[in-house]
């Protein structure tokens, strides 16, 4: 592979059926290029995480993946409320989630730990009432 691949997902906002489809797209594109498995867990948890938060909290946005020889850089953009705190958003369990929500068993507060924790770099871009834009890389190897 000599020059970057990308893909671009449009994430359907309030759609809890396909949230999630373009993490398994990814998977399965980093799985045909042939990338370690540790390395597609970790991007297919971190991109999954952040495709449910689109959902519930942003009615949706889009997520780009740029595929290199040693990395996987993840963008995941909506038009959202914005975080307010993203300090105490990082905080595992910490959820502003409505109930109706968590009932469904999303909204556990684990999102933004989890992306966290399954990438190399993360970068949290955000504005109240415009919206927020998250940058992460996976390194390869």
Known sequence: MTA?????????GENFTSAGEASVKVKKSLRQLGFPQEVIRRVAI?????EINMVIHAEGGWAEVTVYPDRIEIVLCDRGPGIKDVELAMQAGYSTAPEQIRSLGFGAGMGLPNMKANSDTMVIDTKIGVGTTITMTVNVG
């Open 4 to 12: 970057p691949l990308r893909f671009h997902y449009d994430i359907d």
């Open 46 to 50: 971190a991109m999954y995480e952040g």
